[in-house]
């Protein structure tokens, strides 16, 4: 008893410390969780270090936090999974919510507009970076372009939820990705998969699509929960969930506070799904920061729990592999489209010229930190607000 509430102590310790530190994105976060398991303690192997990351791949959730959830069921049980888990997210969430607190109490202030006019056009730039990543990774045959491509044409011109085109470009991906690649087969086989995307596209999404005066708590947590069920492609997928849930859905958030979360996320270290946390805070205050993060992280404990046991035979699964691709694919489309039309409310203005143009130089200029010099996301933001504030002192924002 008295060792299992040492090993206990060591992963709250341990991973509460990673939660303080862990800037710079899950990849970083995964280098140093290995780092501290494999290399300075070794609790395990390098080797079942990598089969764990590979199964982290086969389900839904932030891959980082779902390593520190493995570890500690490894190291200590179903206890340890629980503790490594929260102590990994709190964190996170407790530096997100004094943000938020902050945002909701001046962020209707005209002084602190300024500071979030410089800071979205960055934000852009981070989440070009991170297609720019994801796409390199996920995009490795020309069938899973054929793929994005199709999920992209299915969100944007298609009145279709985002949880459908997911699973759509997942399943016939897969279905397609498995078949014999044959030349004239493999040109008959896409045509159907983008025949059966396009005429989806006439089915409605789910959710009405009416403005609600006043939020549910439930309703507020039982979407985080679907969200966190199915969310592929990592942290940044959650932007196209939120936009199609609470902007477009239920007219719970607006699009520039959907901007605003996102920029406000990239000066928190921790899992990028913490931005869960400020959503749920501005939409309904505390109590929606609660359900918000346990709607949004619960779905990690149960799928790491469930699969933990079986990881061996899922890692030598063709079929799963060929379903993670194609789910990874069409995640990067959704990211895209969501990423397009924010855009598009950032960079437009309703006067001539109608294009802001010092808002597309900040994006520029940040993408090219970003993607040409590694800048840090948190240096860009704070970039990003010092040019609002110069922008503003200047008279340019009023």
Known sequence: MERSL????????????????????????IAMIEAEVVGKRQWLSREHFLDLLGATNLIPGPNSTEMAIHIGYIYAGWLGLIVAGVAFIFPAVLITVGFAWVYVALGAVPQFAFLLYGIKPVVLAIVVDALWRLGKKAIKTRKLFVIAIAVAL??????????????????????????????QQAKEEANILIASIVTSSTLKATAAMTAASQISLWQLGLSFLKIGSILFGGGYVLLSFVQGEFVQGYGWLTQQQLLDAIAIGQFTPGPILSTATFIGFVMAGFP???????????????????????????????????????VNASALALMTVVTIQLAIA???????????????????????????????????VLGGAAIGWIAFTLGYVR
Do not use: C
Not at 297 to 315: D, G, K, M, Q
């Open 288 to 326: 929606g920061a609660i359900v918000a993060t346990v709607g949004i992280f619960l779905p990690s404990f149960i799928f790491v729990a469930a699969l933990n046991p079986i990881i061996p035979y899922l890692r030598r699964s063709k079929w799963a592999s060929a379903f993670l691709d194609a």
């Open 6 to 29: 040492d090993r206990l102590k060591e992963l709250a310790a341990l991973f509460f410390k990673l939660g303080v530190i862990g800037f710079g994105g899950p990849n970083a976060h």
């Open 154 to 183: 299915l969100l944007w011109l298609g009145n279709i939820s985002e949880i459908i085109a997911l699973l759509i470009g997942g399943v016939l991906g897969m279905i397609w990705l498995r078949s014999p690649d044959r030349p």
């Open 346 to 380: 950032t960079f437009s203005k309703s006067s001539a010229p109608y294009v802001d143009g010092l808002a597309v130089a900040i994006a520029l200029l940040s993408a090219v930190l970003a993607l040409q010099f590694r800048v840090s996301a948190a240096w860009l």
